[in-house]
């Protein structure tokens, strides 16, 4: 149970770092972009494929 919160703590972390990077450099923000669409993506992919072979 430490160990989650120790890890949420590390996460929620660096998204705080990385939203005041964002706000100063326009290439984190494009990559944070591209990483969602790929997450988005990923999710996409793997409910097409439950739906196809079930």
């Known amino acids: ?3 989650d ?12 770092e990385t939203e005041k990077t964002a706000k100063k450099h326009r290439w984190v923000r494009i990559l944070r972009a591209l990483v969602g669409l790929l ?3 990923l999710i996409v992919a793997a409910i097409y494929t439950t739906f196809k072979y079930s």
């Open 1 to 3: 149970m430490i160990d």
């Open 39 to 41: 997450f988005f993506a």
């Open 5 to 16: 919160l120790v890890e949420l703590a590390v996460a929620a972390a660096v998204d705080v």
